[in-house]
């Protein structure tokens, strides 16, 4: 098994915050943000120490919870600072983004950080369709021929055109290419149906995030049978499952850190626009419609001592087929910056060297 | 400018006999003009595309005798709350541009089950110190409301006679920059409402609608690019545009229903 550690710059306020999203750039603290970015490099540079794979980054705006609004900046500056560790980005939000500009960055990140790049790609969260106006009924499809842009410009040595439906280019023709060829570990992050497919036809990775096991287990299983009609197997470094874990000393303290934690949804919108989001956005899991937002907090799936949280990454590789766990051990937003430190620790020490021949 | 479609009419409301313009079908869209009084823009043409557009001349502007009876903002909008009933409109959205921004939001203030949204287009009910309204010359005036007025076909401003008209009576209502007594009601106006500026508003500062948003609970900011005081005479399809996408669809507007299909 192979570990990832979510970095998401955890930003502490300095006084309470207005609960919905966006949340105003008014009650930014310039000092704090500072502060968020400062102690990420460290907290990082201990996570490279501990012997993690990966650090990976995403793609969130208007909030303090994931303070990587470009998370192309943040993996860059990380990539500088830290020599061994992989750098994953998962991901840019392809629907709103220019999907040639995103080639050239994640080829040009890939190079700069001597071919440590992991990319994911992905629709993003609901929410996020307000940051940049993206319409709510054309979010899939831009995605999905996004990614294939991106895909085939990283690729196609000669000069293209591109006659898409959302995108339109005469002219493609990326410098530098990735130094990773074809191209870097790619992964389409989601547990659509069509998130599946297109990772199966394409022959990349699939992310599944948050959901237990058995929900998970739905959308992995899906993506095999996928992949194996198109005639390939995935490799277990192909399923990246993405989770928040409750760790401490013991199974009782864990159990009691994860009661202190809040059950608050992580981008809660005014009850109008969360309405009719509900209306317009259609969300599944392999198929199995599901709402496309939650009304309570992002669940935790992994809880325990070293000895219960081992177990269940066991159960995770059967249940779940992934070969990459990428771990928040205290949820974004959420926490002070020793207890983070202290939970690595002890991942670190206890729970890592034990899970590697899972 | 403006569409024949638009035609003239009178109610008798409050003791004043109040014209208004009216085009369009569907739900009522209220306008109240600013100081400078009432005038078709082709904003008014695209709004009654979608709505029954029902622009008043309020009294004591326009072509209306002086009026000397009208004291407060408050009474001001008490007209025109009656003035509404006499059209036989009970719910209707409701506009108010600059001054007449201020009015709409007592009338909201005072027939808030009637109003089903509001929109406020470089409102005068907040004011930067030292704001001034635009004064001197016509060339002055034009400057001073309009970003451009050099892209204008015709330039309207409020001919002399009329502006020495309602002069005293703008004096009299528009009260003072920062009205505690307005601005404490607000936070308890819980009607969808959206308030627009010109970033190149000259006469109010944009950066005062911010106080909208953060005294109101349901209220959106939008700033019109390249616009000065008279936005929807400077802009007059961006204006549009967004105002009935608020008015369809309230706060849900910031879902985009633009589509991005090139070729199907």
Redesign the interface.
């Known amino acids: 098994m192979k570990v990832s550690f979510f970095e998401t710059a955890r930003y502490r306020a300095p006084r309470g915050l207005p609960p919905e999203w966006p949340v105003p750039s008014g009650a930014y603290d310039p000092d704090a943000g500072a502060e968020a970015y400062r102690s990420m490099i460290e907290r990082l540079e201990y996570v490279e120490e501990l012997g993690f794979d990966w650090v990976s980054v995403s793609e969130h705006h208007y909030s303090p919870r994931i303070l990587t609004p470009a998370p192309i900046v943040s993996a860059a500056f990380i990539a500088a600072r830290l020599r061994k560790i992989r750098i994953a980005l998962l991901g840019p939000i392809v629907p709103q983004s220019n999907p040639v500009r995103v080639a050239e960055e994640l080829a040009m990140l890939d190079t700069l950080a001597q071919g440590r790049l992991v990319v994911g790609l992905l629709r993003g969260t609901t929410n996020e ?2 940051t940049y ?6 979010a899939r499809e ?1 995605t999905d021929e996004g990614m294939e842009l991106i895909l085939r410009a990283w690729t196609e040595p000669q000069p293209f055109g591109w ?6 280019y005469r002219t493609v023709s990326i410098w530098p290419r990735p130094l990773q060829q074809p191209h870097p570990p790619t992964y389409a992050l989601g547990v659509s149906r069509e998130s599946c497919e297109f990772a199966a036809r394409n022959h990349i990775g699939c992310g599944v995030s948050y959901a237990p096991f058995e929900v998970v287990g739905k959308a992995t299983r899906y993506y095999r049978e996928q992949c194996a009609r198109q005639g390939w197997q995935p490799t277990p470094d192909q399923i990246v499952y993405r989770a928040n874990m409750a760790l401490a000393e013991t199974d009782a303290e864990a159990e009691a850190l994860l009661r202190s934690q809040p059950n608050q949804p992580p981008f809660a919108m ?1 009850e ?2 969360r ?3 509900m209306r ?1 956005d259609a969300r599944n899991i392999a198929g199995e419609a599901r709402p496309p937002i939650r009304s309570g907090a992002l669940p935790t799936t992994f809880i325990g001592g070293p000895d219960t949280i081992v177990e269940q990454v066991r159960r995770c590789r059967e249940e779940v087929g992934a070969g990459v766990l990428d771990l928040s051990l205290v949820p974004p937003g959420w926490g002070d910056a020793q207890l983070l430190m202290r939970s690595l620790e002890l991942f670190g020490k206890k729970v890592l060297p034990r899970i590697r021949d899972i | 400018m403006s569409d024949a479609a638009f035609r003239e009419g009178y109610v008798e409301a409050d003791g004043f006999r109040i014209r208004y313009l009216e085009g369009g079908q569907g739900v009522p869209l209220v306008h109240l003009h600013g100081a400078g009084g009432p005038r078709l823009t082709p904003a008014h043409d695209l709004l009654a595309r979608h709505f029954r557009v029902v622009a008043f001349e309020m009294p004591g502007f326009g072509l209306s005798p002086e009026n000397s009876r009208t004291q407060s903002m408050p009474e001001l909008a008490s007209t025109m709350t009656q003035a509404v009933s006499k059209l036989g409109v009970d719910a209707f959205n409701l506009m108010g541009t600059s001054f007449g921004g201020k009015t709409a939001l007592w009338l909201a203030l005072q027939a808030t089950e009637r109003v089903l949204a509001l929109v406020l287009e470089a409102p005068a009910a907040i004011r930067q110190e030292g704001a001034e309204p635009p004064s001197g010359s016509p060339e002055e005036m034009a400057r001073r409301l309009y970003a451009h007025p050099e892209r204008l076909a015709t330039i309207h401003v409020p001919e002399p006679l009329t502006r020495a008209k309602t002069q005293p009576l703008v004096q009299r209502l528009r009260g003072p920059h920062r009205d505690a007594d307005l601005e404490s009601r607000l936070e308890e106006l819980a009607t969808p409402t959206l308030v627009l500026f010109g970033t190149l508003d000259a006469v109010i500062a944009p950066a005062m609608g911010r106080v909208y948003k953060e005294l109101m609970p349901n209220c959106h900011l939008v700033f019109v690019y390249d616009a000065g005081h008279a936005i929807s005479t400077d802009r007059p399809e961006a204006f549009s545009e967004v105002v009935v996408d608020f008015l369809e ?4 507007f ?11």
């Open positions: 369709y307000l106006d993206l319409n709510p009924a054309e831009r006659q898409g439906r959302h995108f339109q005014r109008g626009v309405d009719a989001f317009l | 669809r309230h706060e849900a910031v879902i985009s229903r633009t589509a991005t299909v090139i070729n199907p």
